[in-house]
């Protein structure tokens, strides 16, 4: 197995890969972005690519979520949540918070953070990075100009950076989840505790078409723990949905709401079924069991057979 | 073929029985109830019973309604219309509505002739007959009281009835709905303009159980013709409903509708797909086509076929 | 007070009326039908009239339905249930079940004794009577034929007929509904247990239409404990609908209900908000108790107060 | 009047801001942040505030979307758009787009031309720019070390930047959304196509939650143009959402919309009705017009008036 994810090394989507069983034995390629990890599954230059899908603070992230909308067809084969801890790094020579004028990260840790920032260093400025990684590694460049660094507790331990202040982040118990994703393929087997995920491309610009995809779901008991709109890139009012249920395509309740949006929607994508990292098996009604499935189809059947 | 029908002879389910193709040509047995004429068909005495279910101003016709509803299954494989007038017959000597005391008929001849009885005639008093035939044969035999009937044009022609008033119901254009009756067999093939006819049994006592029901139908597009509630014998607020919807099982929307409708009420019982007496072609859009659910159930299927 | 009935005297809707507070020392009119009781309301010779309106059993009672419906506006003010059971009166001489050749009675007691008749006394003939208290008096009548009547147990007590057999309903346990009907007046106030009765055109023929109306009602969580369809008169699949809804209109949930339906369905009726007769105060959640929709309309209203 | 915008000068907000009748005339201040902007209106420091809150391309904007959703409420009182298109101006020397090294912008702006660079300058690496304006004036700094910087027209030709390639942008027509924000205060007359946003907290985690509050809309024939999920920080799969409707609150379905979701969800919070940039007067069918409303509510009064 060859192992594509968003790099560079030692962030927090090497941490998620390496959750995967058997991972830290295979080949790992660190990829520059979302998009170059995707497409290296696509072209089958990597087996699998762990990417960031959504953060508990910032949000879907959006790269993925439409990459993984367009384009050739993918699947994701399984979770992994991440909590997420930020340290404040600094230059050598930096002893107290008032010293620092210039502060380096990624957008999203900075989004993260801002709050902390504001309050702490109002003073400092801001400089965007290409990663908490890479801002990180610039506290070691006499070249750059900053003198602190929002990263992973992760890289300011390997790098033996000086941390001045731990847990940085806005709001504790923040998680990142990520997905691991593979060219179409098998299906993992139903786990109990399972997640499918879909694109809704909302086709048509009228009162209660989102409406009439969530009856498709609610007609069948079968529970949303996720939905995201994002835009076509057609122009303002037009969205995709990311959406998650609870349930897998193997459950007959969950392939029947599959059926369901098909008929509304022909261009829906199916992203996959897999065990969910958290939850609980889901309470299903007699009326939606498999089993009522089953037996409703037989009786139907029975009857076309006088046709 | 051998046919039985809600007697005597001369009324107008007869008349019904006579637009089947063929029927005048073949046995026809007049029951005593709507219940002996179903009974015989349950027992084999009778191939098939001509039986009215609906009036266009007396609404259902709780007989039927209830014993098809109920006891061994049965299938409905046509239906009739027949328009309904009525003429008020009279007793030999009766030259003027001033002189008539007494009046007889069924009593749902009666309740459409009400009106204009009230009206026309104040002062006579109602006898209730058992048919509107019988009522009618009664003015020939001098042992009954009242001195007018009210009856089918047919049958007072045909016993040479005087007749002093034609087309005595209160609303013009009435129309009574028959049903041909079968045992549970080959289900006519689709003509295009179908209906077919259900049982649901509201087993559950709580806000929106017929909600839940209905939405089984608009979620594909199958409209309702007809929604009758009966008690169901197990006390007020008991009820099934009797439903005939626009459609054949054959076609795609309705067997889905079916099968939603299993899932949520077992005991559903599926009376039968036949033409419609009139009505045009329903129009169905692209969702709901049987090609969307034989594509989106293809669909399902390939995914499902990866696990 | 002055109230009306249908009659004749002695029958099960007098039975009713004498439930009322105060109405056993009050002028009581029998009168001959459902329509005429409600028309001496309506022209003022009554000040109410007691009227069937729901058997347990039979179901509707189209005439009370149907007069209620239409016509100038009338107003239910309270409900009374009486228990149903029926004796078997024979003439005198009569002393077994085989002797009997001809039985007589309401078509609405037939009903519900048909299946004990047929088992009991198959050989013998029906003929309707205008009201179970007439059947059983012609057993008096040396003019009439019949040998046996269905009727009251409080009828044959008093007129002091031979009871063969008591219980002869098919189903124990049977119960009719009755309303006090009156002018259009004040509304009685709430009790906590209520009722309110509505009747609602089908005014455009198309799908959902019925499921809008329940709509209204699902979305504020008020119930429904009865529904029954009749025909309009204006031709088959044509209906209006009889509801009952738990709750009264003192209640924001009802009215708001109501104030839903009539932007559907301005041909609407409010029949009246009156104590039920049975039934448990209604659970009603946050969402839907009165100061939730007090407090969404003050907070609406602080709103617009900026416009 | 005094502005705060989302600097610096020179972005595609302050043109956003100079479309504002008597804007270009007026003080305008440039935030460092969404937030800072929106913090100089809380604290009087500002009049009003112009913020972008969606690309057509990129979608909401988090930091808006999440900065108007909490703390202190707030007011949107218009909206512009701003149609969106990029240049890559380069550093003096460069003649060609294989000499290009390193490539500075907006993480957003990076977005909308990824692309495009990946397919044009393979070679180049991408350094983020806390703003378009930033990246570009960087040009013009001998120590930094990015050649080229996606950016507005507007910088480049203000600055007199090299520009090697127009309409570098992915999708032609992009298009971002601006809000101009004030403290609550005096709404918008309608202006006949109007606009209103809403915050709503999913505030129970359950099937059907979303749908619940869509309904609302959907019953009042309320048509939705942008829905966007964003998180709580409360952790995974706690969502609230950022809604627009058509129409304004002054109009009665609206309203009625307004205080149905509001006993739902009490912690809905109302950011203001006004004019829409963009669409047509909405169709509005009997049965949700103002006056449909009125006399509803006109009618259920006169009922309650018999209380």
């Not at 927090?12 to 959750?19: D, I, K, Y």
């Not at 230059?45 to 879907?60: C, F, L, R, T």
């Not at 995809?213 to 009012?237: D, H, K, Y």
Request: aromatic letters at 6%; a negative charge; glycine letters at 8%.
């Amino acid at each position: 197995m060859k192992y594509a994810y968003l790099g560079p090394a030692g962030t927090f989507t090497e941490a998620a890969l390496l959750q995967v069983p058997g991972a830290g034995d295979c080949e790992r390629i660190a990829a520059s972005s979302v998009n170059s990890a995707l497409e290296m599954v696509r072209l089958g230059q990597a087996d699998a690519a762990m990417v960031p899908i959504e953060n508990s603070v910032e949000g879907g992230v959006s790269a993925t979520l439409d990459a993984i909308a367009a384009g050739e067809s993918l699947q994701i084969v399984a979770e992994v949540l991440v909590p997420i801890s930020f340290v404040l790094a600094v230059r050598e020579g930096i002893t107290s918070l008032e010293q620092i004028r210039e502060i380096s990260t990624h957008g999203h840790a900075w989004a993260q953070c801002r709050h902390w920032a504001e309050t702490n260093i109002p003073a400092a400025s801001f400089t965007p990075a290409s990663s908490t990684a890479s801002g990180a590694l610039g506290l070691l460049d006499p070249e750059t100009h900053h003198d602190a660094a929002i990263c992973s507790p992760l890289v300011a331990k390997e790098k033996n950076l000086k941390v001045l202040v731990r847990e940085v982040e806005d709001h504790a118990g923040a998680v990142t989840r990520f997905i691991l994703v593979t060219r179409p393929g098998a299906i993992p087997a139903p786990s109990g505790v399972d997640k499918s995920t879909l694109i809704l491309p909302l086709s048509e610009d009228r009162p209660g078409a989102l409406m009439e995809f969530l009856e498709q779901f609610t007609a069948r008991a079968v529970n949303l723990s996720r939905i995201e709109s994002r835009p076509t890139g057609a122009g303002l009012g037009h969205y995709f949905f990311s959406v998650d249920v609870e349930g897998h395509i193997a459950e007959e309740r969950v392939s029947a709401a599959l059926a369901g949006l098909h008929r509304l929607c022909p261009e829906l994508r199916f992203l996959g079924s897999y065990p969910a990292a958290q939850g609980t098996r889901p309470f299903i009604d007699t009326h939606n069991s498999d089993s009522a499935f089953v037996e409703s189809r037989a009786w139907v059947q029975s009857l076309k057979s006088r046709l």
